[in-house]
Structures are given as structure tokens and as C-alpha cells.
């Protein structure tokens, strides 16, 4: 038997010959695996970074989104009322307006029944063969409709199938913690409340400010509209800058980069959002470097109050309508507006009759009695920045790879609101959290229902398998109009089933174009080595009349085999972490930035990589090269070794 040296140096020797097809082969086999591989480890570096982001934003958790699904005919009137329907209004009205009257008969106060408004109210788009119920609608300007609805809902909460008790037994069932609460905070929105700006309240504005009809509108004016929520510190860990309530000045607030460098850029100079993402990100770091411990005050002036400013833009209206009209009589009793920031309301002028003075009196004691009376109030609230969220529109995450990481890590939920952390509010001193005089409800029974019974909550799942459980069979996306389920949910924090999905096409592709590239592979390398070994017959033939066995020729084939294989694994290779590389120092910076502008996080620890050589596929892939290489060298091999060598010597 041939020495194992003696085999590998006549195989050496092989490798000089033919080399024409043998380099076209070897580069065409590499060529495919190199593909492979760079496939491989940019994908598998991308879904770490992803997933790194991901369990930062929910700490280490996968998070979802929950809201009950109530249905309209409790959240709302009829859309088709039913004689039924019209009965039972008319039956809740009567005592609710009963009530009322009992209350003013007990204070001793006269009762104006023309005051009342009915919930019913004829519709202006019946016809003359009409049905009796096609010809009314709800009037939802009456009081008595908020109290019908509010009672309709409270009855269905006693049997509902989604309040919070029923989510924690259902949630049980995929081992769902946290149900974290997304509260109100019961701070009146604007008009009643405005921002100070430069020093003074804006009272020409009273509508609610969006920059377009989307969440992401309402949310980058959240902290102009006095929009706020209270979420669970957890939620909310990854913008917060400050996490100590020692050294807050106000109630801590999160708003969004965007409304902070439109309300207070000028004064840090700082500019509006730039559009590349390199420069995104230094303006991000900028917005919470320069801004964090920002205070700024919001007034808020109560219904008596907000009456006031209201006759007061009225009167100088009319004023100014009627300044040359010789009849018009200015109304005697004229205010003006605070000549401060959340200054008081002045009388400007007041030329009343003393029984005009004495009726008004009479009337505020009515009001006392009756416990309605609303003495006029202003209460001045400070807010400090102590977070910075990045808010992103929503795109199309399959137009770009940059679109993609952004809707993959940019919060996931359709909040309005800027962010009060709770337990951080909760450490506040009495005197800087929210006056109780502004966040009275006027309507408790609704406040308890809407904030404790029926809330929005986060829910965490320690796996994206349990969190896609939950969301496939317990709930509906939120935009399904059509939901039977009890609950709405969506995924909280990041869309991690964008990664998750995209995982499974990767793996899915993977599965077709591995076996691909084998097949192909074993196609050229027996094609290669066939080729040869049937050139080479008469080399053959010579070895084995020289007196060498099959055995020895198989050897010095099957190491011929391994050396081409060595050679298109390490072509492989290199070419395949070459590129992996180069595409990483390529577009890894680049989305880098994306990352973090989106994550909403400005950190030198964390990076968005394409680079990782820590799939198991890879060594996989060098297993197969050889395993391949061995199986299509032998077909040709035990043709060739087969043959009569003198007839191979004949023929040559």
C-alpha cells in the first residue's frame, strides 16, 4: 500500500494539471458559497443588533399593547335607534332630570324645567314614511346623554369579557406580567390649560394643534395641547435622563425631540430636525444634552375662568363690530383679559345697577346651594424635561433597509400624549405635582371606568412565541374594524414581529438556496473530477501496472478531492467575509445612526452591526464543501477504478 505522503505529493502533483478547469471550477463553487456565507453573517449580525435594541426597549422583555374591545353599543348610541332603544332613553332621561329637580327642591331653589335638553332630538334627514324611530337621533350637547352612556357602560362592565381581572386570567395563560396601566392624568387639554410662551398665554388659540390628522401629529404637539399620560417608569427607561426625583423642579415630563426644538430651540439654539441620519443623530444628542432639566409652566384656568375669557373676546367683538353704530350700547359689565402670565381676570369697567349686582348675587347663591357654584381659579403648573423620545412617522418599512430599522425600533403604539413617568411623579413633593382643584373629575364613575376597569395596559411575555400567541388568539390588530375578539393588542415598544418575520423569509430562503448551491457545487465537482479522471486514465492504468492497488489510487483521488475542497473553502471564506466586512463598514455606520435616532437613545455602547461570524451555518458550510467535494468525486473515482488498465493503455 501506497505511503499517506507518497499519496498526497502525486495528489500536489494533480493539482498542476488541467488547471483551466480546474481554477474555473474551484472560482464558480467558491463564488456560490461565498454568496452564502456573506449572506449568513450579515444577516446573522443584523437580527443580534436588532434583537439587542429590541430587549433593551423592553427590558429583555417582548411587550404588547392591550385595550378592550367594547362594543359601540355600549361606547356609543345606536346607529338605527329601535323603538326599544327610544323607551329605554326616554325612561333614563326622565330620571335623570328627576333627580336634578329633587336636588334643587331640597336646596330650596326654584327649577327652570325649560333648561333641560332632551337626549333625543327630531333628525333633520327623516322622511315623511319615515318609522316613529327613524325620526329621532341622540343630542349628545345634553348632560343627560353622558350620563345615559356613562350608565350603559357601567352596566356592561359588571358581565364584560375584557376588564382587567378577565386580562389577567387570560394573560395567565402565556405568562404575561407587568400589566402596566396607560392612566390619564386628568390634566385638563387646551383651551383650558395653555403653555406660557415668551412670558405670556396665547388666548387666540382654543383648538387642539396637529401638524397632519395622524397620532404622530397630535404627539409632536402633545406638550402644546396639554396632552399627558402617566406610564410605568419601565416602560418609558430607555429616554429617561434623569431617574432621581431629588433634584426636579416640576413634574417630570417626556416629550417628543421634535416639539422640543420647536417650542424651546431658539433659546439652546438648536435647529429643526435635520434629514440625514448621521446628522439626526448629533441633533438628538444636542436636544438631550441642552434640554434635559427644562422647565417651562402651563396655565390652566378653570370652566368659571375660561367663561370669562370667553365673554371677553365676545364683548370686544362686538365692540369693534358696533364702534360706529350711534344704538349700540356697550355691555356694563366689561373685564379684560391678565396682564400676566396666568395673571387675574380685571374688571375693565363695570356700570351695573345695584339690582343688577343683587340678581347676580342671588344667582351664585342658587349655585352654592345647589353645590354647582365654580369660583373663578387659576392654578400655574411647572413641567421639567427629564426624557427625550424621537417620534417617527410611519413608513413603509419593505421601501428601504432604513425604513425598516425604523419602524422595527421607533415605539409602537398610538399614543397623543407626552409622558408623565409615574413612579417618578410619585416621588414628588406635594407642592409640584398636579393641583387637585384642576384634575377633579367632574364625572368620577366615567374617570374610574375609563382608567382603572377598561385601561390600556403593557403587557410583558418573556419569549416573541408567547407574545404571538397572545396577539393571534386572544386580540385584534387595533386598525380591525371588524374585531369579535375582547381585545385590541399590538406589539409595545418596537415591532419585533417585523424582525421575527423577517427571520422566518431569511431562513425560509436559506432552506431553498443552500440546497441550490450543494446541488450546483456537486454538479461542477463531479463534472471537474470526472473530467480529469477520465483524462487521466492512462496515469491510472501506469499506477496500477506499476503495481499500485485501488485502494491507493482512491487515496490519492480522495485527497485530491480534499485539496480542491480546502482551496474552495478558504476562496469561500475569505470572499465571503470580505464582502460581510466591507458591507459593514459600509452601511454599519449608517445604520448606527438609525438605530439610535429611531431607538430614541444617543449611546457609544450600542451599535446597529453586519458583521458576526457566530452562526453555527458557517461551520456547517465548510462541512459541506468537503462532505459535497467527497460525494461527487465518487461516481467518476469507482468508474475509473474499475477499468482493465491494459485496455486504458490500449485506448490512450
Not at 79 to 86: E, F, N, V, Y
Not at 140 to 165: F, G, I, M, Q, R
Not at 171 to 180: D, E, I, L, N
Not at 376 to 392: D, E, K, R, S, W
Amino acid at each position: 500500500m501506497i505511503r499517506p505522503s507518497y499519496a498526497y505529493e502525486l495528489a500536489h502533483t494533480k493539482l498542476r494539471s488541467k488547471r483551466g478547469i480546474l481554477i474555473t471550477s474551484i472560482i464558480v463553487s467558491s463564488l456560490m458559497f461565498a454568496a452564502l456565507i456573506a449572506s449568513i453573517i450579515v444577516f446573522t449580525a443584523a437580527e443580534k443588533s436588532a434583537v439587542s435594541f429590541i430587549k433593551t426597549a423592553g427590558n429583555d422583555k417582548y411587550l404588547v399593547q392591550v385595550s378592550p374591545n367594547i362594543p359601540v353599543s355600549v361606547r356609543d348610541a345606536p346607529s338605527s335607534l329601535s323603538a326599544k332603544d327610544i323607551d329605554e332613553i326616554k325612561a333614563f332621561e326622565k330620571k335623570y332630570y328627576d333627580a336634578i329637580r329633587q336636588k334643587y327642591v331640597n336646596a330650596g331653589v326654584s327649577y327652570d324645567s325649560s333648561s333641560e335638553v332632551p337626549i333625543l332630538k327630531p333628525n333633520p334627514f327623516r322622511t315623511d314614511d319615515s318609522s316613529e324611530s327613524a325620526r329621532w337621533m341622540v343630542d349628545y350637547t345634553s348632560p343627560a346623554t353622558s350620563a345615559w352612556l356613562t350608565e350603559k357602560l357601567s352596566v356592561y362592565a359588571k358581565t364584560a369579557p375584557n376588564t382587567y381581572d378577565k386580562l389577567k386570567a387570560i394573560g395567565a395563560k402565556y405568562g404575561a406580567t407587568g400589566y402596566y396601566a396607560q392612566a390619564s392624568t386628568a390634566f385638563p387639554t387646551l383651551p383650558q390649560s395653555r403653555l406660557i410662551e415668551d412670558g405670556k398665554e396665547d388666548f387666540s388659540s382654543n383648538d387642539i394643534k396637529s401638524s397632519n390628522p395622524t397620532s404622530y401629529g397630535y404627539l409632536i404637539n402633545a406638550a402644546y395641547n396639554s396632552n399627558y399620560q402617566f406610564r410605568d417608569d419601565s416602560l418609558v427607561d430607555r429616554y429617561l435622563l434623569t431617574k432621581s426625583a431629588k433634584s426636579l423642579k416640576g413634574v417630570p415630563v417626556i416629550i417628543t425631540a421634535q416639539e422640543a426644538a420647536s417650542l424651546f430651540g431658539k433659546e439652546v439654539g438648536i435647529g429643526s430636525e435635520p434629514k440625514t441620519e448621521s446628522d439626526k443623530r448629533k441633533w438628538l444628542k444636542d436636544i438631550q444634552e441642552k434640554l434635559n432639566g427644562h422647565t417651562y409652566q402651563v396655565c390652566t384656568r378653570n370652566s368659571a375662568e375660561q367663561a370669562m375669557i370667553a365673554q371677553i373676546q365676545q364683548d370686544y367683538s362686538d365692540i369693534e363690530k358696533n364702534k360706529d353704530t350711534p344704538s349700540y350700547k356697550e355691555p356694563n359689565l366689561q373685564l379684560q383679559l391678565p396682564s400676566s402670565a396666568c395673571g387675574d381676570i380685571t374688571v375693565k369697567k363695570d356700570t351695573r345697577t345695584q339690582i343688577e349686582k343683587n340678581a347676580q348675587k342671588k344667582t351664585d347663591e342658587e349655585q352654592r346651594k345647589l353645590g354647582l357654584y365654580v369660583a373663578p381659579a387659576h392654578y400655574l403648573t411647572t413641567f421639567q424635561i427629564v426624557g427625550i423620545m424621537n417620534a417617527q412617522p410611519f413608513s413603509e418599512y419593505s421601501t428601504s433597509v432604513e425604513s425598516y430599522i425604523k419602524n422595527l425600533l421607533s415605539p409602537q403604539d398610538d399614543s397623543f400624549s407626552a409622558v408623565v413617568p409615574a413612579q417618578l411623579y410619585e416621588q414628588l413633593p406635594d407642592s409640584l405635582k398636579f393641583n387637585d382643584q384642576i384634575t377633579t373629575q367632574t364625572d368620577p364613575t366615567r374617570y374610574e371606568l375609563d382608567n382603572t376597569t377598561f385601561v390600556s395596559r403593557v403587557l410583558e411575555f418573556s419569549s416573541i412565541d408567547k407574545a404571538r400567541a397572545f396577539l393571534s388568539n386572544e386580540a385584534c390588530p387595533s386598525h380591525d374594524l371588524g374585531c369579535t375578539k375582547a381585545f385590541y393588542a399590538d406589539p409595545y415598544g418596537s415591532n419585533y414581529l417585523i424582525l421575527d418575520e423577517i427571520g422566518k423569509l431569511f431562513r425560509q430562503i436559506l432552506t431553498v438556496a443552500l440546497p441550490a448551491s450543494i446541488g450546483m457545487a456537486l454538479i461542477i465537482m463531479w463534472f471537474t473530477i470526472s473530467r480529469i479522471m477520465s483524462e487521466n486514465r492512462k496515469e491510472t492504468a501506469v499506477y496500477r501496472a506499476m503495481g499500485a492497488k485501488r485502494i491507493d489510487i482512491t487515496a490519492i483521488y480522495t485527497i485530491y478531492t480534499l485539496l480542491i475542497a480546502a482551496r474552495v473553502s478558504a476562496i469561500s471564506f475569505i470572499l465571503g467575509i470580505g464582502v460581510a466586512y466591507a458591507v459593514d463598514r459600509i452601511y454599519g455606520p449608517q445604520l448606527t445612526d438609525t438605530s439610535l435616532s429611531a431607538f430614541g437613545i444617543i449611546s457609544n455602547e450600542m451599535h446597529f452591526s453586519l458583521f458576526s461570524l457566530s452562526s453555527p451555518l458557517l461551520l456547517g458550510i465548510l462541512g459541506i464543501i468537503f462532505v459535497a467535494s467527497i460525494a461527487a468525486s465518487i461516481q467518476p473515482l469507482i468508474r475509473n477504478v474499475m477499468r482493465p488498465p491494459i485496455r486504458d493503455m490500449r485506448e490512450e
